[in-house]
């Protein structure tokens, strides 16, 4: 069962809380911030009265415990079968190495994984993802989340978009993967800047000097927001807001089938953002920030011109 | 009975969830399905669980509560919180820990009586000792074997129980799993499990993981914040970013997570072979039953956020789709002999299917769509562009400044809104099916109003 206690927060929480009170007598004050720390908002309301009243005779009244070792669990069967799917995925060859016969061996051999490559898939996604069989990809994204958990700084040597050969040197903060795009970028930053680079992109990474941590700005990604309203007809409303989900957002109604939205996204994703709006045609209407709105202006006036379109056309069947 | 964080089932909140955090915009009095209270108690959980998350907002209509999650931002998706709320009773989580502690050697194997004996043993310096009946030990050990932590075996006339074997488990600890689980628990289906598996991080090796950042926000529970108010999380980073893993993850749908138990029946189902019955809470059809239908495989939409189950219905003789949000129940029924033979007819399919769609308006069997765009001397990469995301579709380039795609698909009006994704650049479009290629141009003229673009060059403004 997926749903279950066995992984609930309040089993994690006093599995910690066991773990001290086997070592030592745990006092009131520790506990509470254990609770606070693991569990949920409204949790100490119910765990520790259970403990002082002794619903749940795990704790004597002195902060000791009857139990004797360290709390842990086997793991369970779903565990077991999600483990042995995720070991079929072509990205956990960044993670782990294939066996002899260049085959990544599941982890519990016997136990079916609970899906299989065929019984899932992805659409929407772009054909030029990155090469997760290549060899060279492998070591630069090991090379890339060493220097994350290690942080060091990488000297990269990369193809720019245009083909030209870039030096970085570059503070990695973080991996950061697209679903839709199929890649991973490093995201960090350079003695000057804040620097992205596509993985897939690297030449040559190595880890930089004395491998000191580079002291660079780490600046904040600028943010901006886009307002709209939706008109909710052939379901927009449902796919706008399904759409844009990923995103800060704030919906509101405005009449019986209007709605206001109010997007923050990462202003360099400006543009992505332009053409998602767009592709809800006229359900979707933006109406602040100026600038925004003049942005889709510009791309309609320009299909306006680009237009000897399928109505205009001469001898165009109708 | 008085209220709890924890529930019982996750279907009652699941629907509140959804509300929250893909609508957000209804007041307290359009919450009809259940009763005031009703309502009160969710918003109530759903705040314990993922208060840092929540904003309120007023309106005309009157104040409400919602969801805001920059996925992007926030590393473990705070949903999951909602999986690790399971309720319980008193003597579960009392004998879990007891038979986890007494049967924790690798080597033991106790019978019940002697699971027994420890078990009062360690109760009895209690005050007012909880005693427990040996047929409630015996039913626990039970669904510990069918959830796969306790295993038993016969010596003799006596049934012997033990832990699991969890050496496989410690291997892959000790050759460091945590990465590929702080990946994966994002990234792959289900990846809830993969988030049980990251806080055992935490108890087990004694190492913080941080996925508990969204929690304790009961310590805040008196700061109700207006909308558009944030706290800053422990873990957030200088760059805005919380928590302190290795992975963030971009175009990130986190709403699948509410579906985890839905989707991990289906993947069964298709494991096993086997028929299910569906029964839809809402969507197109609205309330449906569907008796009879074989799971064949599941999509995800990376662009929509949507989850679907491509089944086969054999009273409708075809492959359709059932978006995993709308289904209410899913129950496994018999196996299917022609489980195989179904796979490879839609796999068949998939040359033709753009998204899920597996029948069009037009009543024919496949339609055609084509359009050409033009671009200029430095803008090549809108050719790389539709190459990159032609998915069944094919891309010519007609010289070096237009390129054309067409595609022949079951249904074309599933293309439009990527189609209109290049507008400013398209110079000729065509679909076969005549009401659609009318509405995309009508479409499209009303866009032109919309935005104050005269029927001619001048503009209104």
Not at chain 2, 165 to 170: F, L, V
Not at chain 2, 290 to 297: D, I, R, S, W, Y
Not at chain 2, 343 to 348: L, V
Request: charged share 30%; with cysteine; net charge positive.
């Amino acid at each position: 069962m997926i749903f279950s206690e066995l992984y609930s927060a309040y089993y994690q929480t006093v599995a910690a809380i066991l773990r001290k009170a086997v070592r030592r007598p745990l006092d009131r004050g520790e506990l509470r911030r254990m609770v606070e720390e693991h569990a949920f908002g409204e949790s100490l309301l119910q765990i520790e009265p259970a403990f002082r009243e002794g619903r749940w005779p795990l704790l004597r009244a002195d902060g000791t415990t009857p139990i004797r070792h360290s709390p842990t669990m086997p793991l369970t069967t779903l565990e077991k079968q999600w483990l042995n799917a995720i070991w079929a995925d072509p990205r956990m060859q960044l993670f782990w190495p294939a066996g002899e016969c260049g085959e990544l061996e599941i982890p519990f051999p016997g136990i079916p994984p609970l899906f299989s490559p065929e019984d899932v898939s992805y659409f929407g996604q772009y054909a030029d993802g990155d090469d997760y069989g290549s060899a060279v990809y492998r070591r630069h994204f090991t090379q890339v989340l060493d220097a994350v958990k290690g942080r060091y700084p990488l000297r990269i040597a990369m193809a720019s978009g245009r083909k030209q050969l870039l030096h970085i040197l570059m503070q990695p903060e973080y991996l950061e993967y697209s679903e839709k795009d199929d890649k991973f970028r490093v995201i960090g930053f350079g003695p000057r800047y804040r620097e992205t680079v596509n993985v897939g992109r690297i030449i040559r990474c190595e880890r930089c000097g004395d491998g000191e941590e580079l002291r660079g700005r780490r600046e904040v990604h600028p943010m901006g927001s886009v307002t709209f309203t939706v008109t909710d007809e052939r379901n927009a409303l449902e796919r706008v807001l399904m759409h844009f989900a990923h995103f800060e957002k704030q919906a509101e109604r405005v009449d019986g089938k209007t709605y206001q939205v109010t997007v923050r996204y990462h202003k360099d994703d400006e543009t992505e953002m332009v053409i998602r709006l767009l592709s809800f045609g006229p359900l979707v209407k933006v109406t602040a920030p100026q600038h925004f709105e003049e942005l889709i202006r510009e791309r309609l006036r320009s299909q306006r011109h680009s237009q000897v379109f399928f109505q205009d056309k001469p001898g165009r069947e109708r | 009975m008085p209220y709890s964080e924890l529930v019982k089932n996750f279907g009652r909140i699941r629907d509140y969830l959804r509300e929250f955090y893909v609508y957000g915009f209804k007041s307290r009095e359009e919450y009809t399905q259940k009763s005031a209270r009703s309502y009160d108690d969710e918003r109530r959980r759903v705040e314990s669980w993922l208060g840092d998350y929540m904003r309120f907002g007023k309106t005309a209509e009157g104040k409400n509560v919602f969801l805001s999650i920059d996925s992007r931002v926030s590393q473990r998706n705070p949903l999951y919180q909602a999986w690790k709320a399971k309720s319980f009773t008193d003597g579960d989580i009392t004998l879990h820990f007891y038979l986890m502690d007494i049967l924790y050697e690798p080597g033991t194997a106790l019978s019940l009586s002697e699971i027994m004996d420890e078990l009062d043993g360690r109760l009895a310096g209690f005050q007012q000792p909880r005693l427990f009946d040996e047929s409630t030990v015996r039913k626990k050990l039970k669904e510990y074997e069918r959830e796969g932590i306790a295993v038993s075996e016969k010596r003799g006339r006596v049934l012997y129980f033990r832990r699991a074997d969890g050496k496989a488990w410690e291997e892959l600890v000790g050759r460091g799993v945590w990465d590929c689980l702080e990946f994966f628990s994002e990234a792959a289906p289900c990846g809830v499990i993969g988030s049980y598996l990251l806080d055992r991080k935490e108890t087990e090796s004694g190492q913080g993981n941080g996925s508990r950042q969204g929690n304790g926000s009961g310590r805040q529970s008196g700061d109700r914040r207006q909308s558009g108010g944030r706290r800053q999380s422990g873990g957030r980073r200088q760059n805005g970013r919380q928590g302190n893993g290795c992975f963030a993850f971009k175009h990130h749908y986190i709403t699948g997570a509410m579906d985890s138990e839905i989707v991990c029946l289906l993947l069964q189902a298709m494991r096993e072979k086997r028929f299910v019955a569906l029964e839809t809470a809402r969507g197109f059809h609205g309330r449906e039953t569907v008796p009879e239908a074989v799971p064949l495989q599941l999509r995800f939409g990376v662009q929509s956020g949507r989850q679907y189950l491509m089944a086969y219905v054999p009273g409708k003789r075809r492959v359709r789709s059932f978006r995993t949000d709308n289904l209410g129940t899913v129950k496994l029924g018999e196996n299917c002999g022609q489980f195989d033979e179904y796979r490879k007819i839609f796999q068949g399919m998939l040359p033709h299917i753009w998204g899920v769609s597996t029948q069009g308006r037009s009543g024919q069997r496949l339609e055609h769509v084509e359009f050409t765009v033009a671009y200029g001397f430095h803008e090549q990469h809108i050719h790389w562009r539709l190459v990159r995301e032609r998915q069944c579709g094919t891309v010519e380039q007609l010289d070096e400044h237009t390129s054309r795609f067409q595609a022949e698909v079951y249904d074309a009006s599933e293309l439009v809104p990527w189609i209109r994704t290049f507008l400013c650049r398209i110079v000729d479009i065509h679909f076969s099916d005549k009401k659609l290629e009318e509405q995309f141009g009508k479409d499209l003229e009303q866009m032109y109003q919309m935005y104050g673009l005269g029927p001619e060059e001048g503009e209104k403004r």
